[in-house]
């Protein structure tokens, strides 16, 4: 695995990124709450896993914009099938420890499934995401932006000290669920992971400090712009950091 010298502000590498399209379709402004309860429901013989905004097969030029998701057991976005494309300003937010989400997941989990489509062009913008069991993003593909996010008590599983929660879901990569921002070549369908732009985010969590950014097998994080990584150790202090960052 690649990591930044440290995941703070001076952790960065250069490389210009391109600027995907504004969205022309909406899915804004959506409440939701409990999602993936009661987990005996879920269908785990087939391996699902409940979202709060899921997509699936070629999806381009949408937006998931300002939606309100709170105690999701499961992911808070799947982006299968999305592409340029964006999610902005949404809250997802989960206040119990790991063992009350035994579907927990990432906060946003990029993915390919469909042949028609590359992951490419999506803007992640403004969120605030909070009490995720594993990671922050799950990452693949080209041209992303990751940009002034908050991501506060990631990685609640404490992997991978704590095992039983099933941290260790790839042998070969053992930083797969306990980093903030995982960028990866994919799992079913291999894409080239460069060329993204990940900057002002914020992050706290179990481990964060040494695993704000990784990098898996055939991502090299020099081919991404890494810059201003903020590590949070205590989130009381987040604030303070928010007013750095815009400057005032």
Not at 3 to 8: A, D, K, Q
Not at 14 to 38: D, M, N, Q
Not at 196 to 203: C, D, E, L, V, Y
């Amino acid at each position: 695995m690649v990591r930044p010298p440290g995941c703070n502000p001076d952790a960065r590498t250069r490389l210009g990124g391109s600027i995907p399209p504004h969205p022309t379709a909406w899915y804004r402004a959506i409440t939701a709450e409990r999602v993936g309860y009661p987990p005996e429901f879920v269908d785990n013989e087939n391996q699902a896993t409940p979202v709060g905004v899921d997509t699936a097969g070629d999806v381009s030029k949408s937006a998931y914009n300002e939606n309100r998701f709170s105690e999701i057991n499961g992911k808070c976005f799947d982006l299968d099938g999305f592409h340029d494309g964006e999610v902005r300003g949404n809250t997802c937010v989960n206040k119990g420890d790991a063992g009350a989400y035994p579907n927990g997941h990432f906060a946003v989990v990029f993915n390919n499934n469909d042949p028609r489509m590359k992951s490419q062009g999506v803007r992640i913008i403004g969120n605030t995401f909070e009490g995720m069991k594993f990671g922050g993003v799950f990452l693949i593909g080209q041209g992303q932006t990751i940009e002034d996010n908050t991501f506060t008590r990631i990685n609640t599983a404490r992997c991978n000290d704590r095992l039983a929660f099933g941290c260790l879901y790839l042998q070969t990569e053992p930083d797969l669920l306990r980093t903030g921002i995982y960028l990866s070549r994919g799992v079913k369908r291999l894409e080239e992971t460069r060329g993204n732009s990940i900057r002002g985010n914020r992050i706290s969590g179990y481990g964060m400090k040494a695993r704000c950014v990784v990098a898996g097998p055939g991502v090299a994080l020099k081919d991404d712009v890494i810059a201003a990584i903020h590590v949070v150790r205590n989130p009381d202090k987040l604030q303070f950091l928010e007013r750095q960052l815009s400057g005032a």
